[in-house]
């Protein structure tokens, strides 16, 4: 089975294979790249949803089973930033480091350092690219002031999960799979396509 994910992000592919695979041995996980996808996606939505269903829809559009992936950071001090600008959060598209320093500077003078991670997987099937179907997950934390591990991406070095005692970036890949909101958001979807696998 191959599912097109709407990523060009070679961190995002291989932890969504290796998160489905668990469920679904025969899966095989296409980035954009690899199907010759190489248009823009202008991810205009309101929300996680929105975002994640117009990238699965461009997945989709390949052939292939279409999938999206939102996901972010959103800080309860912050008003729920930053949210789906999790990426861009400094101005620039995909610069952990820029993002991290903003996010600790907003942070300064904050004493609530709740936090969450929050995905939203969506699927898009080719023969109809108008509906869409959705998992959540959401993993809560607290936003620490050092930078700790090397492991991860994004915020990973900051996001301190209390019930192990360690960052996202001090866990091995299979301790972060095993809490993470993308781990729990892929859980759902991997159950839901094994249930229509079955079916068929």
Known sequence: MKIVLASRNKHKISELQALLEKYIPDIEILSLDDVGFTEE?????????????????????????????????????????????????????????????????????????????????????????????????KTEGVIIDEYRGEGGFGYDPLFYYEPFGKTFAEMSAEEKNSISHRGKAIELFAKELLKEKKEI
Do not use: W
Request: hydrophobic content about 35%; glycine content about 12%.
């Open 41 to 137: 996606i202008v991810e205009d939505g309101k929300d996680f949803c929105e975002n994640a269903f117009i990238k699965a829809r461009a997945a989709a559009s390949t052939g292939y089973i279409g999938l999206g992936d939102d996901s972010g950071l959103s800080v309860r001090a912050l008003g729920g930033a930053p949210g789906i600008y999790s990426a861009r959060y400094a101005g620039e598209h995909g610069d952990d480091a820029a993002n991290n320093a903003l996010l600790l500077k907003n942070l300064e003078d904050k004493e609530d350092r709740h936090a969450e991670f929050v995905c939203v997987i969506a699927c898009v099937y080719p023969q109809d690219t108008e509906k869409g179907y959705f998992f959540e997950g």
